[in-house]
T-cell receptor, first 117, second 115 residues
């Protein structure tokens, strides 16, 4: 069964420091995509970064990078130089391709990040 | 600009009432999805539709119903059979059959409260 696991319900980080949010996934499908979203208290879902299962390099988008370890089935999000505005809930999600491609996005439970001044 | 519009932003429901949440998109996306989010929790799939006049149950469809009469619209009805409907509801859309790197567009959500 396809599943996303985020084991950190809540995290604290000091402003300007880096933080890693963990994500592990489970699928037997060889083709999949992994997404990270940020959800502030307003509820909107903000796309941060994407990693494809066949991508050779780890994805990066500004202060966000994805530590993709395919053999371990992990896709951890690294936020560098944390800012107060980074305080939010973060979700890891997976989309399958191939015969399983209904386009469903499977979400983890989320991690609440609080940045301290 | 293209996007998804969810309405209303806040909705209050009395016990035993059915209520309908609206989701409209102008992105020409085939596939649309309804998710439920409880406080401090992840998103769970309620229903999804990949083409007009067709939809499938997600993981928590009991007590909900949907329709897809137009490509642009995917309304969700929370029926009286849903025993605990207080939650945040998000609608999303994407291209059907797209590669895994094709993104999703989310609405701004509806907060439903039972009073």
């Amino acid at each position: 069964a396809q599943k996303i696991t985020q084991t950190q319900p809540g995290m604290f980080v000091q402003e300007k420091e880096a933080v890693t949010l963990d994500c592990t996934y489970d699928t037997s499908d060889p083709s999949y995509g992994l997404f990270w979203y940020k959800q502030p208290s307003s509820g909107e879902m903000i796309f941060l970064i994407y990693q494809g299962s066949y991508d050779q390099q780890n994805a990066t988008e500004g202060r966000y990078s994805l530590n993709f370890q395919k053999a371990r089935k992990s896709a951890n999000l690294v936020i560098s130089a944390s800012q107060l505005g980074d305080s939010a809930m973060y979700f890891c999600a997976m989309r399958l391709h191939g015969s399983s491609n209904t386009g469903k996005l499977i979400f983890g439970q989320g991690t609440t990040l609080q940045v301290k001044p | 600009d293209g996007g998804i519009t969810q309405s209303p932003k806040y909705l209050f429901r009395k016990e035993g009432q059915n209520v309908t949440l609206s989701c409209e998109q102008n992105l020409n996306h085939d596939a649309m999805y309804w998710y439920r989010q409880d406080p401090g929790q992840g998103l769970r799939l309620i229903y999804y539709s990949q083409i007009v006049n067709d939809f499938q149950k997600g993981d928590i469809a009991e007590g909900y119903s949907v329709s897809r009469e137009k490509k642009e619209s995917f309304p969700l009805t929370v029926t009286s059979a849903q025993k605990n409907p207080t939650a945040f509801y998000l609608c999303a859309s994407t291209l059907r059959g797209a590669d895994t790197n094709y993104g999703y567009t989310f609405g701004s959500g509806t907060r439903l409260t039972v009073v």
